[in-house]
């Protein structure tokens, strides 16, 4: 993207990263999760593993970021290291399913919840094939997308107001859950054993599976490379946002689960209503106003973390559109500096979703997907100092090569277990993106007789 001064701060970028991560996933995906590990010690080992995986990645992608700060981030990566086919199938799927298909599932999680205060809203059709629900969903994608056409700095303002009100949200969460063990007596026992019958491959691969809700609650992160081209002294500015942003939230993360097994009884949270976790567990503090609480936090959480995808998910497609991999006025910036035509193709694409009501599926069979581009971008980070070793890198992975290699056999044994498990999920997902590659040919094809 061209150069001026509307460029993004470590503030900033660091903001965008917590604000994607931070959706409803920390609400709800620990009933799930509960349901398949049996113990409270389980339950956290999981989620301080995620920790350690998603912050390995972070740490690892630093080098990248800051060697090749462009517009599209990742998918630059990929093609880079391994050529454009496997940059398009990663973009292909970004547009497909991962980002269009969060984008859906988290404004109708926004609408859903908005139901609290107004009844009105409700998955019940208004016509044929539109509910309420579904009209607030889209209407809250086109208003944020619309948003975006405006500076970049503008949509950083927003969402650094609504990632500062999330995190200061969650520390409320974890505070009442300090106040309510410290003032009443212990309700029930905790079973802190995370390893019941000993450690053996069926129980790490259980392990593995359940720990995709918590991964996929912790995604996201990487979003902040899609706008490495508009960010202000990227060299610096990248890892330490990556470093920064994944750190705070991941740390969040396990905090509030920690106070989740402290006050509510294990078989509470495996049986919470609708998976609600969260929801049950401010009832017990705060009675009913913890059910209106509950409601706000995760609609300021899902309207901060919607910005947050739309605002840098446009970034990529904008990229492929150059390459002439995309449609072509994807490729065209608007007078803020905005790819305008991205945001108008994603939010048309993430509202025909929203109607479809498929993306919940969708997003199941994506995050076998997801794991396996992550890996694969890290090993462009070994490939890319040994094909480019030239390439100016102001920053260098911490720890290499024991830090990516860690990840990609931790990241790797999570995808075997996906694949002997949950082979319904996992086999669809890849196939999602094979399915991009006659799309490629066919674009390149296309590009030739042009």
Aim: a positive charge.
């Amino acid at each position: 993207m061209r150069q001026n001064d509307n460029k993004l701060s470590l503030l900033d970028a660091s903001m965008i990263i917590m604000g994607s991560m931070i959706g409803s996933g920390i609400f709800i995906v620990s009933a799930g999760m509960a349901r398949d590990l049996g113990s409270a010690g389980a339950l956290l080992l999981a989620w301080a593993l995620t920790a350690v995986i998603t912050w390995l990645a972070a740490l690892s992608y630093g080098e990248l970021a800051a060697a090749m700060p462009r517009a599209g981030g990742q998918y630059v990566y990929l093609r880079e290291a391994f050529g454009p086919l496997t940059g398009f199938l990663y973009g292909w799927t970004l547009f497909t399913v991962i980002q269009s298909g969060t984008i859906a599932a988290v404004a109708v999680a926004f609408a859903r919840f908005s139901a609290v205060f107004w009844p009105q809203i409700s998955p019940d059709p208004i016509l044929p094939f539109l509910s309420s629900q579904q009209l607030l969903a889209i209407a809250i994608v086109a208003l944020l997308s619309v948003f975006n056409f405006g500076k970049v700095k503008n949509s950083a303002l927003l969402q650094n107001t609504f990632t500062f009100g999330k995190i200061g949200a969650l520390l409320f969460m974890f505070g009442a859950g300090i106040w309510y063990v410290f003032t009443h007596e212990p309700q029930h026992p905790i079973n802190w054993n995370p390893i019941p019958d000993g450690v053996n491959f069926s129980w790490l691969s259980l392990l593995a599976v359940a720990m995709t809700g918590s991964l996929f609650s912790a995604d996201a992160w990487n979003n902040i490379t899609f706008t490495a081209g508009e960010i202000r002294k990227p060299e610096r500015n990248l890892p330490l946002a990556l470093i920064i942003g994944t750190g705070t939230v991941l740390s969040i993360y396990f905090l509030i689960n920690l106070m989740y097994v402290h006050v509510l009884p294990f078989d509470a949270i495996k049986n919470a209503p609708s998976d609600r976790v969260g929801t049950a567990f401010l009832h017990v503090i705060l009675g009913d106003t913890g059910l209106y609480l509950m409601a706000g936090l995760i609609m300021l959480s899902t309207f901060g973390c919607l910005n947050g995808i739309i605002l840098s998910s446009a970034r990529v497609y904008f990229a492929m559109a150059k390459d002439g991999l995309f449609f072509k006025r994807a490729a065209q910036l608007n007078k803020n500096e905005s790819p305008q035509y991205a945001l108008i193709i994603q939010m048309i694409w993430a509202s025909l979703l929203t109607l479809s009501g498929s993306y919940s599926d969708l997003l199941n069979y994506v995050m076998m997907a997801v794991l396996l581009f992550y890996i694969i971008t890290i090993f462009a980070l070994f490939k890319l100092r040994k094909t480019k070793p030239a390439m100016e890198r102001p920053y260098r992975a911490i720890g290499y090569p024991v830090v990516p290699i860690l990840y990609i056999v931790l990241a790797g044994f999570v995808c075997l277990s996906l694949l002997l498990l949950k082979p319904s999920y996992t086999w669809p997902g890849i196939g999602i993106v094979a399915a991009g590659a006659p799309v490629y040919f066919w674009l390149v094809r296309k590009k030739k007789t042009t």
